[in-house]
């Protein structure tokens, strides 16, 4: 069929014009430019590292665990609220740093993470402190004088109506409530050991329960708290808490500039 061919296109002036038909493949990278490439894939990779370890919570859990805390009204509007300060933070990161190239995922990525400086400042511009819970070394929470256990604080320092705990950490993956064994994530082929940037979790703690996506709700003593304020690895159902908060309403009168530290707690 070679007279139906359409005819000849003019030559290209971008195709390669070679003496044969020989595909011009392109020369392989040198070694200095197969270095900086790696490099960049590194830095790149150390970056996403950063930004999860720097962040609350992943996949978008820390809203789920605000709305449950009632700091929002519902997912949508958390997930707004954070992303909206995502670029304020990001602005005075630059202006800290000096570095224009400030990379914009450390502070947050859009319905995913955020890092605990937008989360404080979306709480605190919902009308609530967020005050992180210093666990002392030696197992205890100081307050005024008498040590606390982790597991004390969260039993009685949380009640629905001023706020409760905002826990950040690793979710387990098999943990076990009453005797009865339970799975997160069960179509999830990875695990919180090999893989925990991926399991990385926020949940609420209101009214000594554990507060979860879809109103599911646990009992404290599912997370199995032990030795140094955290989990029993075997049974938890987080397997490491990373980070825990304090979240509750603002009692100042309306129109006073909060912060979020306004009273002593
Ligand atoms: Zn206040």
């Not at 609220?81 to 000096?98: C, F, M, P, S, Y």
């Not at 256990?149 to 109506?161: I, K, Q």
């Amino acid at each position: 069929m070679a007279d139906s061919r359409s005819p000849t296109p003019e030559p290209s002036a971008k195709r390669p014009r070679t003496s044969s038909n020989v595909v011009v493949e392109r020369p392989p990278p040198t070694a200095r430019q197969q270095a900086r490439q790696d490099a960049g894939d590194r830095a790149q990779a150390e970056a996403k590292e950063a930004v999860r370890a720097a962040a609350i919570g992943g996949g978008g859990c820390t809203a789920h665990a605000l709305v449950n805390l009632a700091v929002f009204k519902d997912v949508r509007t958390a997930k707004r609220k954070l992303n909206a300060r995502i670029d304020q933070v990001h602005r005075k990161r630059v202006k800290e740093t000096g570095n224009e190239e400030y990379p914009h995922e450390l502070v947050g990525i859009e319905d995913d993470v955020w890092c605990h400086e937008v989360v404080k400042l979306g709480v605190t511009k919902a009308g609530f402190h967020f005050k992180k819970v210093r666990l002392d070394d030696d197992g205890g929470i100081d307050l005024g004088g008498e040590k606390w256990t982790l597991a004390r604080v969260l039993e009685e320092g949380c009640s629905s109506e001023v706020g409760g705990f905002l826990l950040d950490g690793v979710l387990n993956k098999v943990w076990y409530y009453d005797g009865k064994r339970m799975e997160n994530d069960g179509e999830d082929p990875t695990d919180p050991v090999s893989n925990e940037a991926a399991w990385r979790h926020a949940v609420a703690v209101v009214d000594g329960e554990i507060r979860e996506q879809l109103g599911q709700a646990f009992p404290l003593r599912c997370l199995w708290l032990g030795r140094g304020n955290q989990p029993d690895t075997r049974r938890g159902y987080m397997r490491k808490l990373l980070k825990v908060y304090h979240v509750t309403r603002c009692l100042a009168p309306a129109g006073s500039k909060c912060t979020g530290e306004c009273y002593s707690e």
